[in-house]
């Protein structure tokens, strides 16, 4: 029996985030930690959805819910648009770690629409991948912007923008790495997103200057990673992280993470993702990364260390 196989890449937001769920510009990369599905047909018309993490559940028309049904509603996405009426197992593996702020909900759809679409016989544009993925995505936090399953299906540094085409970004990525630390502290993205849309609604004259100044640090975040100058980057993911912090999302611990980083060396550091706990991003020199790594795994519940990848989602049948 044939089988499809896809993988595709977690990212990091270097600035943006919440400000794009309103229309403002973000910049987001993919790094090389990725989710992997395989998609093959069985008899019936339900979809198995097999999980190393998350156990294994059965969907259809009328069977939903739990933690797997985003998976299942990608997959359903491709064989709508595909017309077919078939069954098919599912199975998803991902080194990305879950709700922390890296994209492993938009990776796992976007890696389940390309194997389904592959199995398929169905070529679908990047863009394309994206765009089913994100029904997923609206399962799982509400009120996505898209940028995760963007990034995550084109790779490499996009200038994303609700509504218009992405914009790839050409940086040489080779000099610095991302190192990550995690919060430890679970959280929800799309409650965090209704909170800080609360916020702007409560104080629109207070907030809206922080949306105009989010517009222009994407801008010239954009020109400062085309001209290499990686100290301009760091300087200007220290003013995201403060505004970040005005609309609420930080904490306690995120502001110990974001200032160890920026002690022991990093370049910046901020949030990265929703906020409310999950992950910190330093950008650091690689030859710095070890120092700042080792900095924050003495307050981090887990660090990583990640370089951007210029590979966005691919997939293969194999037989
Ligand atoms: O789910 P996370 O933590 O990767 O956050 C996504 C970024 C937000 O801007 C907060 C939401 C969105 O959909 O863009």
Not at 11 to 33: M, N, Q, R, S, T
């Amino acid at each position: 029996m044939k089988k499809a196989y896809a993988s595709a890449p977690g990212k990091v937001i270097l600035v943006g985030e919440h400000f794009v769920v309103e229309g403002c510009p973000a910049i987001a990369v993919a790094v090389d930690v990725r989710a992997r599905v395989t998609a093959e047909r069985i008899e019936g018309e339900h979809v198995r959805v097999y999980s190393r993490e998350l156990g294994e559940a059965v969907f259809g028309p009328g069977v939903g819910g739990g933690p797997l049904y985003p998976v299942y509603v990608a997959a359903r996405e491709v064989i709508q648009r595909s017309g077919e009426r078939i069954g098919l197992k599912i199975t998803v593996e991902s080194d990305i770690p879950p709700s922390a702020g890296m994209g492993s909900s938009a990776a796992v759809a976007v890696a389940t629409v390309a194997a389904t679409a592959k199995l398929l016989g169905l070529a679908l544009t990047p863009d394309e991948v994206a765009q089913l993925a994100l029904a997923a995505e609206v399962v799982v936090h509400g009120k996505p912007s898209g940028i995760d399953p963007t990034v995550s299906s084109h790779g490499s540094a996009i200038l994303f923008r609700k509504g218009d085409k992405p914009k790839r970004i050409n940086a040489d990525f080779e000099q610095v790495r991302l190192v990550l630390a995690d919060s430890g502290i679970q959280r929800s993205t799309g409650k965090l997103v209704s909170k800080v849309l609360e916020t702007k609604k409560k104080f629109p004259g207070i907030l809206e200057p922080l949306y105009r100044s989010a517009t222009e640090l994407a801008e010239r975040t954009k020109e400062a990673l085309e001209n290499g100058d990686f100290a301009t980057v760091g300087e200007l993911m220290n003013i995201n992280h403060g505004l970040l912090s005005a609309l609420g999302v930080s904490n306690a611990k995120l502001e110990e993470l974001v200032y160890a980083a920026r002690e022991a060396g990093a370049l910046g550091s901020k949030i990265t993702g929703a906020g409310g706990g999950g992950m910190v991003v330093a950008l650091c020199w690689r030859e710095d990364a070890d120092r700042v790594a080792r900095a924050l795994s003495k307050v981090a519940a887990r660090v990583m260390t990640a370089s951007v990848s210029e590979e966005g989602v691919t997939c293969g049948l194999e037989s």
